[in-house]
């Protein structure tokens, strides 16, 4: 395709970071705007929304998705507005959220997108509770947890978009839910706005203890988002047949060569089943996900919350706060105002 030059921006990965990405790893570079052509929709980026995942698509090593080449823009979930379309049923002004490259403005296939339906609230839930993290949450919680009414669930990373949703379907299941987080007012926001029965700070308390006090009947289901040294603290407390659903481990992502201790006998005892799984797993099934959390937010059985940067040249910094904690909930960038 001709390209056309324009003031255009896009941010790559120019150097593979081995421990906390930095701006060394990344780069704003200008980039050019190609026409779209049959099939394609040309977008501008609305909201850009950072996840730990891409850390370990900056590592050139084999995973569950190809790994970001360098010099080349970084990919992720973006919210955008069609600009131009030569693509069926997408027209111009159209809402779009999908797996689109950190670029301004850029040109892509329609069959990598789907259209947002506003009418079931702001379009950057198709970010967070209607997409990706939602979809994540309801399906580690409900297909691999199987939360029964009664059963004590811990959910690392609670005031994550992830963990926050987990929470709340948690209590819709009548769980008792024991949400673990890294500040006061994560914790403050975990009992006080989502339900949970008990919140521990893990950077002011004593983690093991503070599970003790609020788990007296042990764990049934840990939704791990962190892994690290709050996992080996959950593992000791877990009962007879507890699940453990292995989402993230936001706490080894930075650290070559993590280790800890041996978890086998704590399941051996426990006859607890692990699994680890990615959303994408669960594909096929998406509308059923969506169709429940939908249906919950509407019913004002979920709620949720974002933390918002602006400016494109502020992703960045808004990806690297996801490993200082400094989100609750979403972590967003916001790009431009749809027109």
């Known amino acids: 395709m001709e ?16 421990t906390v990405p930095t701006h ?5 570079t200008d980039a050019e705007l190609p026409k779209p052509q049959e099939g394609e929709l040309s977008v501008e980026l609305l909201y850009v929304s950072v996840d730990p995942y891409m850390r370990g698509r900056m590592n050139n090593t084999k995973s569950y998705v190809a790994p970001f080449q360098l010099n080349e823009p970084i990919s992720g979930g973006v919210v955008a507005q069609v600009k131009e379309s030569k693509a069926e049923p997408f027209t111009t002004g159209d809402i779009v959220t999908g797996s689109i490259p950190w670029r301004e403005k850029t040109v892509i296939s329609a069959d990598s997108v789907r259209k947002v339906d506003p009418t079931l609230g702001s379009v950057t839930t198709s970010l967070g509770i209607l997409g990706m993290p939602g979809l994540t949450a309801y399906f580690g919680l409900i297909d691999i947890g199987k939360p029964k009414e009664g059963e004590t669930l811990v ?3 609670a005031a994550g978009a992830v963990g926050s949703t987990v929470v709340q379907i948690g209590k819709i299941f009548g769980c008792r839910v024991v949400g673990i987080a890294g500040s006061d007012e994560k914790t403050s926001y975990l009992t006080n706005e989502l339900g949970a029965d008990a919140a521990i700070n893990y950077k002011t308390q004593n983690v093991a203890a503070a599970l003790q006090d609020a788990c007296p009947s042990g764990v049934d289901i840990y939704f791990d988002n962190v892994g690290g040294e709050i996992a080996d603290r959950v593992y000791p407390l877990l009962n007879k047949f507890a699940r453990i659903t ?8 930075n650290v070559p060569n993590d280790q800890g201790p041996r978890i086998q006998m704590h399941l051996i005892k426990s006859s607890a089943t692990i699994k680890g799984f990615v959303v994408g797993d669960y594909q096929v099934r998406y509308k059923e996900g969506f169709d429940h959390l939908s249906k919950w937010l509407k019913d004002g059985k979920l709620t949720y919350e974002e933390t918002i940067h602006e400016g494109f040249e502020n992703i960045p910094d808004a990806f690297f706060g996801l490993f200082k904690g400094s989100n609750t909930g979403k972590q967003l960038v916001k790009i431009a105002d749809p027109r």
Not at 3 to 18: D, F
């Open 3 to 18: 390209g056309v030059r324009i003031v255009n921006r896009e941010i790559q990965l120019v150097k593979r970071p081995e």
């Open 24 to 28: 060394e790893h990344l780069s704003i």
């Open 155 to 157: 959910v690392s990373g």
């Open 246 to 253: 292995q989402c993230g481990a936001i706490a080894s992502y």
